[in-house]
T-cell receptor, first 116, second 111 residues
Framework: DTEVTQTPKHLVMGMTNKKSLKCEQH?????MYWYKQKAKKPPELMFV???????INESVPSRFSPECPNSSLLNLHLHALQPEDSALYLC???????????????FGEGSRLTVL | AQSVAQPEDQVNVAEGNPLTVKCTYS??????LFWYVQYPNRGLQFLLK??????LVKGSYGFEAEFNKSQTSFHLKKPSALVSDSALYFC?????????FGAGTRLFVKA
């Protein structure tokens, strides 16, 4: 069983909708991540939060807006998405000592997003 | 720039036979190398990692990996494959907070 919980598991939205993906972990990890994964492809890094501060934004379009309300929660706000944004969105966490991470990532089960 | 390569899209092996999934890496400095497994419609699960120390790393579910600095390889191995090992396997390298994944290798274990 994964210790990173993602909701919802499935989401279908139109291009004008606003929705959010949620992620929660209670392992005391201080680094949290959003990845995007297309079918049969490796995960692609989108955002990294370290100690609740945005550390990395991999040039993600502004229609994706991350938020880290506290050390256990990570949200991804979605607005005006395109059909090509349909994918599996994976949340992950790691111990994340300040400024570095040599530990493994713990992934959630993912939220499968379909944009119509 | 750091990268990993998985030269095989797919590996087929009979149950009970040994399996190897190949990975080569390119990093500057010390490599932090990982293997993850992904079952259908699931997130990735950590199998094992090499940070430093012994070149043979043992991980979950009977998997192990051998770090070879001269060949810049980190191949995943298991002495006896199970049908339940059939999944998508990713090699990865981590630097700072960035983990770069290989393209993935699909393992089919036939009964």
């Amino acid at each position: 069983d994964t210790e990173v919980t993602q909701t919802p598991k499935h989401l279908v939205m139109g291009m004008t909708n606003k929705k959010s993906l949620k992620c929660e972990q209670h392992m005391g990890h201080r680094a949290m991540y959003w990845y995007k994964q297309k079918a049969k492809k490796p995960p692609e890094l989108m955002f990294v939060y370290s100690y609740e501060k945005l550390s990395i934004n991999e040039s993600v379009p502004s229609r994706f807006s991350p938020e880290c309300p506290n050390s256990s929660l990570l949200n991804l706000h979605l607005h005006a998405l395109q059909p090509e944004d349909s994918a599996l969105y994976l949340c992950a966490s790691s111990l994340g000592r300040l400024g570095e991470n040599t530990g493994e990532l713990f992934f959630g089960e993912g939220s499968r997003l379909t944009v119509l | 720039a750091q990268s990993v390569a998985q030269p095989e899209d797919q590996v087929n092996v009979a149950e009970g036979n040994p399996l190897t999934v190949k990975c080569t890496y390119s990093v500057s400095g010390n490599p932090y190398l990982f293997w993850y497994v992904q079952y259908p419609n699931r997130g990735l699960q950590f199998l094992l990692k090499y940070i430093t120390g012994d070149n043979l790393v043992k991980g979950s579910y009977g998997f192990e990996a051998e770090f070879n600095k001269s060949q810049t390889s980190f191949h995943l191995k298991k002495p006896s494959a199970l049908v339940s090992d059939s999944a998508l396997y990713f090699c990865a390298v981590t630097g700072g907070f960035k983990t770069i994944f290989g393209a993935g290798t699909r393992l089919f274990v036939k009964a």
